[in-house]
């Protein structure tokens, strides 16, 4: 068996067990030097190695580093390692995927450098390290994919909003044109069926000759992708009067003046209309 001598802070051989003994006899070692041959997982004094009992070594002295445990000093990478690994999870978000990618590289670097250096401790930090340090990693995704979907959908829920008050405007300047219309005895401005508006141009075009609306207010609305209901003065407040999808939203706005926002599938009326007018082509 060859084994290599841990003395005075540096490593000598490796040496025969033959001549290891030769080297006890003559006092060049003693029994607490530490040695290490292939296969063993850490250092241990000479004195504990089964080829080397016959030379009646005495036991190292009760208490001391040879005989009880072998202090190893810890790799530095491996601290760093636990460290950045920790700040990684303690920072979160951003900080802590930017922290745990360097956690991870030193965790990696000094397992390398224990594995190829025995006498080095610290293997059990550097694990540490690299679980902390892909827990920061993986932090930022797991927070991205929780939060994309709450973004989005107050995204959406923003637009429909804006959505709904298009329509309060729209609805605002029908209610100014039915005014007219019973001032001046127009029967050509009111709500559509009334009126006697038969497409959905005639009555963008009510709107804005009578300077309830301009062109320019309805175009920012996207009044065209706002459909328009064939509802008469006389229709119940409850019959739905404007209509529009925004995003996974149904914008709906009743004759009555009261619009509401509702999810994909959700019921938009509590009892059927009294009457179901079609929309304006």
């Given at each position: 068996?060859?084994?290599?001598?841990?003395?005075?802070?540096?490593?000598?051989?490796?040496?025969?067990?033959?001549?290891?003994?030769?080297?006890?006899?003559?006092?060049?070692?003693?029994?607490?030097?530490?040695?290490?041959?292939?296969?063993?997982?850490?250092?241990?004094?000479?004195?504990?190695?089964?080829?080397?009992?016959?030379?009646?070594?005495?036991?190292?002295?009760?208490?001391?580093?040879a005989s009880t445990q072998v202090l190893k000093k810890n790799e530095p990478l491996s601290i760093w390692a636990l460290v950045l690994g920790i700040i990684s999870l303690v920072g979160c978000s951003v900080g802590g995927f930017i922290v745990g990618i360097p956690a991870v590289i030193c965790g990696h670097i000094g397992l390398s450098r224990i594995k190829r250096?025995?006498?080095?401790?610290?293997?059990?930090?550097?694990?540490?390290?690299?679980?902390?340090?892909?827990?920061?990693?993986?932090?930022?995704?797991?927070?991205?994919?929780?939060?994309?979907?709450?973004?989005?959908?107050?995204?959406?829920?923003?637009?429909?909003?804006?959505?709904?008050?298009?329509?309060?405007?729209?609805?605002?300047?029908?209610?100014?044109?039915?005014?007219?219309?019973?001032?001046?005895?127009?029967?050509?401005?009111?709500?559509?069926?009334?009126?006697?508006?038969?497409?959905?141009?005639?009555?963008?075009?009510?709107?804005?000759?009578?300077?309830?609306?301009?062109?320019?207010?309805?175009?920012?609305?996207?009044?065209?992708?706002?459909?328009?209901?064939?509802?008469?003065?006389?229709?119940?407040?409850?019959?739905?009067?404007?209509?529009?999808?925004?995003?996974?939203?149904?914008?709906?706005?009743?004759?009555?003046?009261?619009?509401?926002?509702?999810?994909?599938?959700?019921?938009?009326?509590?009892?059927?209309?009294?009457?179901?007018?079609?929309?304006?082509?």
């Amino acid at each position: 068996m060859n084994i290599t001598v841990h003395k005075n802070g540096q490593q000598v051989g490796p040496f025969p067990d033959t001549q290891i003994i030769e080297m006890l006899k003559s006092g060049q070692l003693t029994p607490s030097d530490l040695g290490w041959s292939p296969g063993m997982p850490e250092w241990k004094p000479l004195s504990a190695f089964p080829e080397l009992q016959r030379t009646h070594l005495p036991p190292p002295v009760p208490g001391s580093a040879a005989s009880t445990q072998v202090l190893k000093k810890n790799e530095p990478l491996s601290i760093w390692a636990l460290v950045l690994g920790i700040i990684s999870l303690v920072g979160c978000s951003v900080g802590g995927f930017i922290v745990g990618i360097p956690a991870v590289i030193c965790g990696h670097i000094g397992l390398s450098r224990i594995k190829r250096n025995p006498s080095l401790g610290g293997h059990g930090m550097a694990i540490a390290g690299l679980i902390t340090g892909y827990l920061g990693i993986l932090t930022l995704p797991i927070l991205a994919a929780l939060a994309i979907p709450a973004i989005t959908g107050a995204v959406e829920r923003g637009k429909a909003t804006q959505v709904l008050n298009n329509m309060r405007q729209i609805y605002l300047a029908v209610q100014m044109a039915q005014v007219d219309g019973s001032a001046t005895g127009n029967a050509m401005l009111g709500f559509p069926a009334s009126a006697e508006i038969a497409s959905k141009a005639d009555f963008k075009k009510m709107l804005v000759s009578g300077k309830y609306l301009t062109a320019e207010d309805l175009e920012h609305m996207k009044f065209d992708k706002i459909s328009v209901a064939n509802v008469s003065d006389d229709d119940p407040g409850d019959t739905i009067f404007l209509k529009a999808t925004s995003g996974r939203y149904v914008v709906i706005f009743r004759k009555g003046g009261d619009g509401a926002i509702y999810r994909p599938g959700q019921n938009t009326f509590s009892h059927d209309p009294p009457r179901n007018p079609a929309f304006l082509d």
